[in-house]
């Protein structure tokens, strides 16, 4: 098993409540859809900032 660490993640309430029932709908845990869009990201690398 690797290695883990564990965060706080602050969201709005709409943000939440807007995962929290994409998540029922798709038959999955808020946990996993979260990191289902984190590994999206890291393999898309979608979002680009100048800097």
Do not use: C, F
């Amino acid at each position: 098993m690797e290695n883990r660490k564990q965060i706080t993640l602050r969201l709005p309430d709409g943000v939440y409540e807007a995962l929290k029932e994409e998540a029922e709908r798709m038959g999955i845990s808020t946990h996993e859809l979260i990191m289902w869009a984190i590994d999206y990201y890291r393999s898309h690398k979608i979002l680009k900032i100048d800097g």
